[in-house]
């Protein structure tokens, strides 16, 4: 299969009960993984319907497409995209990211990225650093959280930024709304975060298999018992890890695409306006507040910290007109 090539193909009986990656897979020539990701990036189609399952079971009779994105760069172009910058120097770039900002490039989000933006903004120095695809980063925001990051220049400031990290030296806190009232309103959250077993696109607190995750959280603000204003401190620095964590908590923050599946109990207690404009806010109301770390070089001690977005101001006060204890 040519890079960026369309396959078209009615399954016959043969095919019928097969994975449809495995199947796909076979009739392209392309890695069964490579398929697998192209399946979840939405580049497969039946019936003219796209589909995102690799599982899916193939139906004889039906058309099945699988229409790649044309190749890109081996490395990502710079683009000039407008940064908040806190702070800058010969070592480190520490920004306030806004939220629908990707990090790093993926399948699916192969250009506008973070990373494109540094590389127009550095010029030279950045490429090659700590790997073609993320360089500079040390660690990330999910694409639809706003705030605080930091981004290593230097070779020195990756390593030390890098271990401070794994040593959980960096002092980070978020500001998330939240559905309902964690009980005890103050405490920590513990849990082992890994794959869901049932959907390999989300995290869960899992029993097999996953990492040690620690959250502290602390209740700022209830809103007539239905959402809570939260304070979340990272212990650790799992993929997802608040919004996994309180969820499985009972308490998935609002907008939260990938972790909020239903309508909570809670919603009930607001006014229909209001509660309809929370269950439509389009992202997680996540935002990273502030980052505290050591200069590598100087060892000067240096804390960031920004205010949420408007959207994010705008959901508070909203929730807060009906009853603020």
Known sequence: MLPGQVIEIVADASAS????DRFL???????RSRVKTLIEAGYTSVDAVTVREPAASVRAGACYRLDPPPPVAATPEPQAIGLNILFEDDDLIVLDKPAGLVVHPAPGNEDGTLVNALLAHCGDSLPGLGGE???????RLDRDTSGVMVVAKSEMALAALGRAFAERSIARHYLALAWGVPSPTTGEIEGDIGRDPRDRKRMAVVTRNGKPALTRYRTLASYA?????????LATG??????????????????????LRRTPAAARMLPAPIRDACLDFP?????AASLGFIHPRSGAELLFETEPPEDFKSLKELISAPSDT
């Open 133 to 139: 695809k993320r360089p500079g980063i040390v660690h």
């Open 25 to 31: 897979a076979e009739l392209s020539g392309l890695s």
């Open 225 to 233: 018992g239905a959402a809570s204003l939260l304070e979340c401190r």
């Open 17 to 20: 009960g097969q994975r449809l």
């Open 283 to 287: 992202r997680q109301a996540l935002h």
């Open 238 to 259: 799992r993929t997802h890890q608040i919004r996994v964590h309180l969820s499985a908590r009972g308490h998935p923050l609002l907008g939260d695409p990938v972790y």
